[in-house]
């Protein structure tokens, strides 16, 4: 059972009174993640960041007693067990952890201020493997926003009888997918629909799932990936059977889970099971392709699904360093530009020329686009006019879940005008 910082009194309580176990048996493991670790690398060097992780251990160490178990190096997570000479003292335990994970890390000349969440697990039986304690830890920080920078903190209580191989469960339930429809520039049609990936908050609030990925080991993230798959391809057949077929389904996948050598065929086989034509599928890739799941196994994938029938896209096309070899070698057909290219492209002369560049290389290379991020209706007049083939965002249509694509997809087709019958009268 899990307790957030505030509502983990009557855990505590129990704690301290020792009830169902034997005084000084309990004991406590401390999963602590830094959560925005890649942004920090991008900000203060990889050198730097392992610097202020040093820093954070060793404060850890001193502080909370913690016996460190692993750190592996540029990984924002840190293991541990808590040595406590009494159970009496864990209240005031939790209080200085909530101290460590609210406040920066000084170092020479340097002030950084991380986003810290953290769990600490109770075995009140004293008999659970410390991995299986960290696996409890992990789990309970799914539940926490990686963006609240006072930082977070878990208490979980594990029983006699606790399993982690049902853990993943926890993950599945929170598993859900928003779609986000794309437009036609030439018809005004829905085009195709862009799948979110979302994972459910302690709060209720939604997450993006690759905000949260880090946090999955490859088991549960291949699981959590499974039941994407199962709600996204769910929705696109009941939306046949409802009599307005979408025709393309985009699908982003990072390199993590195209490197899992069972997604392609895992992904073939659900759109076997729902009937559906591989070429209704769009895998929507990042650049550069291949760097966070390794290049072979990413290519392997995708050369597996391209060849049963699916299509490619690229992501924020512009801001990586994916190579025009790669775009030949993967068989990009569609790149889509992000919120970057487009913000005040009706009224900013330097944005204009930026975005017509950009139409004009994915025009040379046959690229079909998607301006993403639209968000006002004089700019997708303006994107519309010079020539994207599709446009999303908020002046589009918001992220609908499938019940409100239901509605959203009668509601469109009625107001959409009739087609113009050009053919010679009798």
């Given at each position: 059972m899990a307790y957030g910082i505030a509502g983990a009194a009557s855990g505590l309580a129990r704690l301290v009174r020792g009830q169902g176990a034997a005084q000084g048996r309990t004991r406590l493991a401390l999963v602590l993640r830094v959560e925005n670790?890649?942004?920090?690398?991008?900000?203060?060097?990889?050198?730097?960041?392992?610097?202020?992780?040093d820093r954070l251990m060793l404060r850890l160490v001193g502080e909370l007693r913690l016996l460190p178990q692993g750190r592996s190096p540029g990984c924002g997570e840190i293991l541990g067990l808590i040595a406590i000479g009494r159970q009496q003292a864990v209240p005031g335990l939790l209080a200085r952890l909530q101290a460590i994970c609210s406040e920066g890390i000084d170092l020479p000349d340097l002030r950084i201020c991380p986003v810290v969440n953290a769990a600490i697990v109770s075995d009140e039986t004293g008999r659970q493997e410390a991995a299986a304690l960290y696996v409890h830890g992990r789990m309970a920080l799914q539940g926490l926003s990686p963006f609240s920078a006072?930082?977070?903190?878990?208490?979980?209580?594990?029983?006699?009888q606790a399993e982690t191989g049902g853990l993943a469960g926890s993950a599945l339930d929170r598993v859900g997918v928003l779609f986000r429809p794309q437009l036609c520039c030439d018809t005004g049609q829905v085009r195709a629909l862009r799948a979110l990936p979302r994972m459910r908050m302690d709060g209720g609030d939604d997450c993006d799932l690759a905000e949260l990925a880090p946090r999955l080991d490859d088991a549960v993230l291949g699981q959590v990936v499974a039941e994407l798959l199962r709600q996204a391809f769910t929705g696109l057949?009941?939306?046949?059977?409802?009599?307005?077929?979408?025709?393309?389904?985009?699908?982003?996948?990072?390199?993590?889970?195209?490197?899992?050598?069972?997604?392609?065929?895992?992904?073939l086989w659900e759109l076997e099971r729902n009937d559906l034509a591989p070429q209704r599928l769009e895998i929507e890739v990042s650049e550069p392709i291949g760097r966070g799941g390794g290049r072979r196994p990413v290519t392997a994938s995708l050369q597996r699904l391209t060849a049963a029938g699916c299509s490619l896209a690229l992501g924020e096309f512009?801001?990586?360093?994916?190579?025009?070899?790669?775009?030949?070698?993967?068989?990009?057909?569609?790149?889509?530009?992000?919120?970057?290219?487009?913000?005040?492209?009706?009224?900013?002369?330097?944005?204009?020329?930026?975005?017509?560049?950009?139409?004009?290389?994915?025009?040379?290379?046959?690229?079909?686009?998607?301006?993403?991020?639209?968000?006002?209706?004089?700019e997708n007049a303006f994107l519309a006019q010079i020539g994207f083939d599709a446009v999303q965002g908020p002046a589009v249509a918001l992220p609908l879940d499938a019940g409100a694509v239901d509605e959203f997809l009668l509601d469109h087709d009625h107001a959409l005008p009739a087609p113009f019958d050009l053919r010679r009268k009798a």
């Amino acid at each position: 059972m899990a307790y957030g910082i505030a509502g983990a009194a009557s855990g505590l309580a129990r704690l301290v009174r020792g009830q169902g176990a034997a005084q000084g048996r309990t004991r406590l493991a401390l999963v602590l993640r830094v959560e925005n670790v890649e942004m920090l690398r991008a900000s203060i060097g990889p050198a730097v960041l392992e610097r202020m992780l040093d820093r954070l251990m060793l404060r850890l160490v001193g502080e909370l007693r913690l016996l460190p178990q692993g750190r592996s190096p540029g990984c924002g997570e840190i293991l541990g067990l808590i040595a406590i000479g009494r159970q009496q003292a864990v209240p005031g335990l939790l209080a200085r952890l909530q101290a460590i994970c609210s406040e920066g890390i000084d170092l020479p000349d340097l002030r950084i201020c991380p986003v810290v969440n953290a769990a600490i697990v109770s075995d009140e039986t004293g008999r659970q493997e410390a991995a299986a304690l960290y696996v409890h830890g992990r789990m309970a920080l799914q539940g926490l926003s990686p963006f609240s920078a006072a930082g977070q903190i878990r208490f979980v209580e594990t029983g006699p009888q606790a399993e982690t191989g049902g853990l993943a469960g926890s993950a599945l339930d929170r598993v859900g997918v928003l779609f986000r429809p794309q437009l036609c520039c030439d018809t005004g049609q829905v085009r195709a629909l862009r799948a979110l990936p979302r994972m459910r908050m302690d709060g209720g609030d939604d997450c993006d799932l690759a905000e949260l990925a880090p946090r999955l080991d490859d088991a549960v993230l291949g699981q959590v990936v499974a039941e994407l798959l199962r709600q996204a391809f769910t929705g696109l057949r009941g939306w046949d059977r409802l009599g307005r077929p979408v025709p393309l389904l985009s699908l982003p996948l990072s390199d993590r889970m195209l490197g899992d050598p069972v997604l392609a065929d895992m992904i073939l086989w659900e759109l076997e099971r729902n009937d559906l034509a591989p070429q209704r599928l769009e895998i929507e890739v990042s650049e550069p392709i291949g760097r966070g799941g390794g290049r072979r196994p990413v290519t392997a994938s995708l050369q597996r699904l391209t060849a049963a029938g699916c299509s490619l896209a690229l992501g924020e096309f512009g801001t990586g360093s994916a190579s025009l070899d790669d775009l030949r070698r993967f068989g990009i057909g569609r790149v889509r530009i992000g919120r970057e290219f487009i913000a005040g492209c009706d009224l900013r002369a330097d944005q204009r020329r930026m975005i017509l560049a950009i139409l004009a290389l994915a025009e040379h290379l046959g690229l079909a686009t998607v301006a993403d991020g639209v968000a006002t209706p004089e700019e997708n007049a303006f994107l519309a006019q010079i020539g994207f083939d599709a446009v999303q965002g908020p002046a589009v249509a918001l992220p609908l879940d499938a019940g409100a694509v239901d509605e959203f997809l009668l509601d469109h087709d009625h107001a959409l005008p009739a087609p113009f019958d050009l053919r010679r009268k009798a």
